[in-house]
């Protein structure tokens, strides 16, 4: 099996067939369709049509954990676990794929050796309009700007990602996922994967994002919220974990001081 896409949802029946559909269209065919679903509606999930296909796999799960963050993480470790593919792409349940995504990704693959990659996804806005592809943040390369701030890669989000199947089963084994409970997969798996391989972020558009009020994030974009500083200050640490050591920088010291701050006044 090459591909193994693994679908994790929670009560996002409104996008899902769609999410569905875009993996049954793909014009590439060796790959396997799995999804990790922890919604309330089971009966509705339970008679859905696609599930009838010999490359789906369907799984209903009970959420293990309070934070969507470590519950998102369990539903991708099971759906891996369960999985048969040389290289896993992951897809949140309310995103969706091109029909040429898998193809594409075996051109790169059979062009170079990959570790871990990020297409740049198409933004989708209500009612299915597409809107804009995510800017590169090329300061993020500055010598200045890794020295002084950080050397977190960019990143595209969960749908965007592929990854070697030998690399994910190290992480699972070796970064501790589910001690980080305010980061999300994709900004584990990405600061995992730059610290210890090679990662690129070729191709475009071959991911279509879905933005709402409801994206696992939104929480966290408030630079005045307790939420916000919270985040960072477990991102510097988890950074400094993977890199098996203390790396201080403006930023970090900047983040730790606003953390304790919170803490100590407890806002």
Avoid at 16 to 31: P, V
């Amino acid at each position: 099996m090459k591909f193994s896409i693994l679908i994790n949802t929670h009560n996002q029946d409104k996008h899902l067939n769609k999410a569905i559909k875009s993996c049954l269209d793909q014009s590439f065919r060796n790959y396997e369709v799995i999804i990790c679903d922890t919604s309330d509606k089971k009966q509705y999930i339970k008679n859905n049509k696609f599930f009838s296909k010999e490359n789906i796999h369907y799984f209903h799960l009970p959420s293990k954990y309070k934070q969507a963050e470590q519950n998102q993480m369990a539903k991708i470790q099971i759906g891996f676990k369960k999985s048969k593919g040389d290289f896993i792409c992951l897809m949140d349940g309310d995103d969706y794929f091109s029909k040429n995504k898998l193809y594409f990704l075996d051109k790169l693959i059979n062009k170079k050796k990959i570790f871990f990659n990020q297409d740049n996804p198409m933004l989708v806005e209500k009612n299915f309009t597409i809107s804009k592809k995510i800017k590169k943040k090329r300061y993020k390369l500055n010598f200045l700007f890794k020295q002084f701030i950080n050397d977190w890669p960019q990143i595209y989000g969960t749908s965007s990602i592929l990854v070697r199947r030998k690399v994910l089963k190290t992480f699972f084994k070796k970064a501790k996922p589910f001690n980080w409970k305010y980061l999300a997969i994709d900004a584990q798996l990405s600061i995992f994967c730059k610290i210890n391989y090679d990662i690129s972020c070729d191709l475009e558009q071959l991911t279509k994002k879905n933005i709402h009020n409801n994206n696992l994030g939104n929480q966290y974009l408030n630079l005045f919220s307790k939420k916000f500083w919270i985040r960072r200050y477990m991102q510097h640490n988890y950074y400094s974990f993977i890199k098996k050591k203390q790396t201080l920088t403006f930023d970090s010291i900047l983040t730790a001081i606003s953390y304790y701050f919170l803490k100590i006044c407890k806002i």
